[in-house]
């Protein structure tokens, strides 16, 4: 257990919808980082928040938005999904902002749109 | 941006055996190179990592070594078991963080007991 936690587990949705994902670092973290995982186009970094700001982006659409609150918790808001949005997305802490940090992993929110 | 590239795909090896998975990268710019290992229905755990100002670095049957000249790093898993049964992910990242992690394609490595 990597005390990095993920909700919901699984998320079944519909095309044209929105979703928001949720990720609590483990305690002490202040860098939360979010990754998409899909069969085609493997483990990709989406976007890093660091005690409550954007310090770096990836390939994250125009489409999903993220933040990280007060209480270093963050959302991943996924709109106008599409069946290709399908994936897992997977939110990993540090306790810094980069650097000689190791990165933890969540268990992962599975997506699914129909 | 950076490349990473990872072979096998997938890999075989009878228990207790040896098992070697190499990665490249494409950007002398990278001097972090960590690797991780996903079971099935879990997130990757970082299981060893490198910096570009050491060659080689080990820990129990895991080993990493990286050729920065040439681009390339390898795990080492020696005296296979079936607990390390999983898929491997390299990584790679530009600069002085680990941000922006660029993932290899992964390596599905089963042990035949």
């Known amino acids: 257990d990597s005390g990095v936690t993920q909700t919901p587990k699984h998320l079944i949705t519909a095309t044209g919808q929105r979703v928001t994902l949720r990720c609590s670092p483990r305690s002490g973290d202040l860098s939360v980082y979010w990754y998409q995982q899909s069969l085609d186009q493997g483990l990709q970094f989406l976007i890093q928040?660091?005690?409550?700001?954007?310090?770096a982006k990836g390939n994250i659409l125009e489409r999903f938005s993220a933040q990280q609150f007060p209480d270093l918790h963050s959302e991943l808001n996924l709109s106008s999904l599409e069946l290709g949005d399908s994936a897992l997305y997977f939110c990993a802490s540090s306790p810094g902002a980069g650097g000689a940090d190791t990165q933890y992993f969540g268990p992962g929110t599975r997506l699914t749109v129909l | 941006g950076e490349n990473v590239e990872q072979h096998p795909s997938t890999l075989s090896v009878q228990e207790g055996d040896s098992a070697v998975i190499k990665c490249t990268y494409s950007?002398?710019?990278?001097?972090?190179f960590p690797w991780y290992k996903q079971e099935l229905g879990k997130g990757p755990q970082l299981i060893i990592d490198i910096r570009s100002n050491v060659g080689e670095k080990k820990d129990q049957r895991i080993a990493v070594t990286l050729n920065k000249t040439a681009k390339h790093f390898s795990l080492h898993i020696t005296e296979t078991q079936p607990e390390d049964s999983a898929v491997y992910f390299c990584?790679?990242?530009?600069?002085?963080?680990?941000?922006?992690?660029?993932f290899g394609t992964g390596t599905r490595l089963t042990i035949i007991p």
């Open positions: 990584a790679a990242s530009i600069g002085f963080g680990n941000e922006k992690l660029t």
């Open positions: 950007d002398s710019a990278s001097n972090y």
């Open positions: 928040y660091y005690n409550g700001e954007e310090r």
